[in-house]
Every structure is written in C-alpha cells, then in structure tokens.
C-alpha cells in the first residue's frame, strides 16, 4: 500500500480485521485489543438466533450469503418468533429485496403485497403469526436488571467523557462508557447489543429500555400503528444510525456477515431508492435458521462479552484512540460507534 | 408499492425526495418543510466551490460523475487551495478509486505513491502545494463569531432536548437544536456546514470549531504526524460518523451528488477495504473546478441556509417526527442525522 494508504489505513483500521502487522508500536488499538481477548470473553451465539439469507449469485456466478443474528428475549419476542416461523415454512424462499436507499436501508419481502403492479400472487401468510403492539417496541429495565438511577446519576453517566466503561454498581451492566446519547437518557450494552434508556426520566422514575438503530441493524417494515409488522418484510440499516426510528418500529436483529453484499446494492431510482424495474429486484433464494442446517453446513458465530474487561478497553479505545495515527482523543463516542465485535468462529 | 413499503417509505422519507403525495394529511415531514421553503432561504454554493469527479463509465456505459462542495475559508484553506490546484493541473486525471471499505470509506488518489507493487511511476506533485500543520484541523471560534458560552450555558443548550433550533443570543448562530453531541461541547451549523467546538472547555476558556465526519464528507489522506497531507489523496465517509477522526485528519468538502457511484462499489477484499487486484480500481477520468467549465456545462447547486426559518423547522422535525407514521418523537438528534438539504438548481 502506499505511503498514504498506509497511514490513513491506520487511522481507519477501527472497522477493518485486526492487522497488528500494518501498525507500529504505540497503544493498541480497539482491533488489537480485540484480537488479543481471551477465549473465555467470547461468547458462542445460539444456532436458533442465526440465519442464513442466501441471495441469487452475483453476476459473476459467486455466492452471496448474508448471516443474520436474531435478538434473544426479552427484546422483540413476539417477531422473532414470527421470523423463524417464516424461516421453517421456507416463506422468504423466492422473495426479494425490493428497495435500496443510500444512506439509509435495504428493504426485502414480498414485492406483489398490496401492489397494484404486482407481477404475481401475494404469498399467504402462515396462520399462527403472533400480533404485537406499540409497547412491545420498548421493554421495562427491570427485565434485564437495569435500575432507574438518579437523575443527577445519569447526567453524571451521560456527562463522563473519560472514555472508560462505566459499571451500573446496582447492576453490574457496563454503560456505553461516557457515551452521551443524543436519542436517550443513557445507552449502554447488555448481552452484546447496543440499547438506549429514558431511566425512568419518560415515565414517573420507571425505566424502560430499547434496542437501538445502528450500522447493520434489521428491522421491521409496518404499515400505520396500530399495525407493528409481522416480520415478513425486512429492512436493514446501511448508512448513519437513523435512530429516529428508535422505539416506532421493531428492531429483530443484526447482520454479522455478509452485509456488503447488501449495501453494495445498485441504489434504486424509484421514491425512496425503490426499484422501478422488477429486473432490478434481487431474489432471495432462500433464509433457513441455522440450527435446521446440517451440521456440516451450521455457522458459528461469537460475540466480544459487553461485560468482558476487553470490551470495556475496546470500548474506551474507541472512545479515546491512543494509536500512533491519532493526535486528539475524541474522548467520547456514540454508541453506534463502538461496534460490538462479532466473529465467525475458526474450527 | 405495497402497504408495507408505503408504510415504512412514510418513515423513511426523510432521507428521500419530497413524495408529498406518498403522505397522509398530518405535521410536515422533514422533506415537505424543505419542499416548502422560500427560494429566498436557499443560498447559491459558488461555481468555485463545485468539483466534478466524472469516473470511467459503469459496465452497463451509463455515466457515473459525482459532484463535490469544497468548505469555505476559513475552513480548510490551504488543503482546499490545494485541490483547486490539482485539479487545475488535471493532476487528479488518470488516478483511480483504490479502497472501499464496508461502513466507512471509499478513497481515492495515486495508486503508485510508495506502493512496492506500483503498475506505473508516481505521478509528480505541482511543486506550489501549501504544506499545513496539525493546528490547521481547527479554527478559533472568533473566526466565525462564536463566542465562548460559560459553562452552565453550554450544558443548558447540551441538554436542551426540546428540539428546537436554539440560537446563540450573542452571535445569532443557529445551534444544533438540542443536540447532545457525543464528541463534543456543543455541535452547530454555521453557512451550511455542520461544526463541532470545545467552547473553550478544552482551552482555558478559548472556543475552537472544527468541520466534523458526517456521511459523504470528504477527507485528506495523510501520513503519521506532523504530515497533514496535501490533498493528492480523498476519501469521503460512507457509513456511521466516524466522528474519532474529527480533528484528527483535514475535511475539505463533502458530496452533493453522485454519491451513490461511489458507496455501491464493490467492496475490497484486501486488508482496510483494498483493491487487492488493480483490474478493480475505478478509473477517474478526470477532477474540474465547476467555474472553469463552459457555461453551459457548470452544475449548480444552493443549500439551505442554516440560519433560516425553514432550516429552523427542518431540524426540529429531523429531532421530533411528527408526521403520521411516528408514535413517538426522538427528543433529539446527532447532528449527522440532519443533514443540510442541497439541490440542483433547475433551469
């Protein structure tokens, strides 16, 4: 690489694979810190919480696999149920992404649903879909052991910028450390997803807790409320965290591999990046829940523990970076800016 | 489009088009309220601000040229009086797209620069570049006429979060309405560009600005300090703010269109998002100042002057949908998820 392809490639080794190798001595970065965590902090994701979406080939004849990971309960229940439902009756199979919006989402389901130019039958749903409803985008604190602290604790929280992950002493979460939200009271990290909180601060003292819209994200496409979505239609996030949609649409999930073959996408030309021309839509041949692979055929995946001392330094080094590259620490980040590590496990 | 899509195109409209007629009767959505602004609130950007990346034409022949807006003085100068020269030289002529990097960056510049694997020689420097220096990353808040807030002031407009433009009582600069900025005291908009400053909390008490990593901001490539780079080598930002690099690399513009012909490239493979094979660089055909082109060929572009009423509103509605699909309105927002509207003059 060139002098300066090396030298901004520092800079921006931050979302790339470690490549302590790139690097000269100094700090270690937030991907070194990574690849330097123990074994013991990595933390195996269920078979039942990872699809596998396999698109048609590229034009040039290659695979195009993207590896979903579905949010445990108590988070969106309801539609992830629904979504393996949809998985098992092999629903999505011959669906496609219908919309790619710069900056924004790729969007996927049924195209012929309710439209008027549709090229074919809707598909019918299976029968045993469960309904939400507006609350369940949001979930109390206290079922996941989040306190409600003090207003002037939280400010404290929010208002900390020395860039190391805060610990809640009642409940021993880590903080997105310093994190100050621009959406929420406090963000912070449970089970290796990125959440937000009013701490009480919405709600008479009681706090309630959501996932958030970062990079990469999968939520689900509604009609007007009281309608929340079934889990049929699918989008996901390809450009800056657009976290106004926090708490109006169920988040489901995460892409953790393959997402370039989605925001790589041609752009659509239609309102909103649909694509004008069917042609242009791209076919999902099939999204099957990993545990129903064979063996042989089940990726396996693990996360970075968000309670883990290497996710706390990670944490802090993406918040203050201290490689050779940086001159001024941010001394802060925002939550969508501290990705948590995920990786394909080697065996 | 089907209930679904027209349903989650209302939420997502934000970043499209005006599709007024997409929208049931309700409060003005962010794009409706630009729709509707004066033709006096828009503010023409100048022909000499104007770059036109025109890049080898796509594999279906279409044409793929993208346009840039250099930052005025007092921001930048020295790198942005570089890439004039650049480009007045057709320096940029003949380089290529070598790096796009999933979520970050797609950069460009001389592929052979220090590269043991160099397919051609260096392209040589014009010898009048200016060299600038770390200090150059940020400006004294006077040189815009921001002065320093005490301190409660500027927690008061941090935490504001009722979402509504504040304006600086004693400069008239509108503020990043109720934006708790996650890397800095205070984030606000100044002639069309979104700033971040310290308000003097970092410096006894003297203010400094700087420009900040929004998406389709463009950047300058540079080696380890005190190298800042001379321009020769872009990139511009096609993911999440990556916001650690504010203050830390010099930003010269950002995109005003065409940005879809660079963030729907193909990923690189290579380490950091490298084309491994030089077959996959994206030829640049060629790099003009706006003005110098015939009359009839110079694009034009105005933006929505940030200190307008309309612009007011925008970032309010950015920070408080209220338009029929949302149930509950964010409270605020980071300033990268306000983009400032600019559009092509039609004539």
Chains 1, 2 share one sequence.
């Not at 098992?88 to 130019?117: K, L, T």
């Not at 910028?161 to 610990?167: K, L, V």
């Not at 659509?268 to 694509?275: A, E, N, R, V």
Request: with cysteine; charged share 20%; glycine share 10%.
């Amino acid at each position: 690489m060139t002098k300066h392809l090396i030298s901004l490639a520092a800079v921006l080794a931050l979302s790339a694979p470690a490549i302590a190798q790139d690097e000269p001595e100094g700090a270690p970065s937030p991907n070194q810190i990574v690849a330097d965590a123990q074994a013991g902090e990595w933390v195996a994701i269920a078979g039942e919480d990872l699809l596998v979406m396999t698109l048609a080939p590229a034009a040039d004849g290659s695979v195009r696999q993207v590896v979903m990971q579905l949010m445990p309960a108590p988070f969106s229940a309801g539609w992830t149920g629904n979504i393996r439902k949809l998985a098992r009756a092999q629903w999505y199979d011959g669906i496609s992404i219908n919309r790619v919006q710069d900056n924004y989402v790729v969007q996927w389901g049924d195209p012929n649903v309710d439209n008027p130019e549709a090229t074919g039958p809707e598909k019918a749903l299976p029968a045993d879909l469960a309904t939400m409803t507006d609350g369940d985008y949001i979930i109390a604190g206290e079922a996941i052991g989040l306190s409600t602290l003090a207003a002037d604790t939280q400010r404290d929280l929010a208002l900390d910028t020395d860039g190391m992950a805060g610990t809640d002493p009642t409940t021993g979460i880590i903080l997105a450390n310093g994190l100050v939200d621009s959406y929420a009271q406090l963000s912070l990290f449970h089970e290796g997803w990125p959440l937000a909180s009013d701490m009480g601060g919405d709600n008479e003292g009681e706090a309630h807790v959501w996932p958030i819209h970062c990079y990469g994200m999968i939520g689900v496409g509604r009609g007007y409320s009281p309608d929340t979505g079934t889990g049929a239609e699918l989008y996901t996030v390809i450009g800056h965290a657009p976290r106004h949609l926090d708490r109006n649409i169920a988040l489901v999930g995460r892409i953790v591999e393959g997402i370039e073959h989605l925001s790589s996408l041609p752009r659509g030309t239609g309102d909103l990046g649909f694509y004008e021309d069917p042609a242009q839509r791209v076919p999902i041949l099939s999204i099957r829940v990993a545990s129903d692979l064979a063996p042989g055929e089940r990726p396996q995946f693990s996360y970075l523990d968000t309670d883990s001392e290497s996710f706390a330094r990670y944490a802090d080094a993406r918040a203050n970076r201290r490689d050779p590259f940086f001159i001024v620490p941010a001394g802060g980040a925002d939550i969508c800016n501290i990705p948590v590590p995920v990786k394909r496990l080697s065996e």
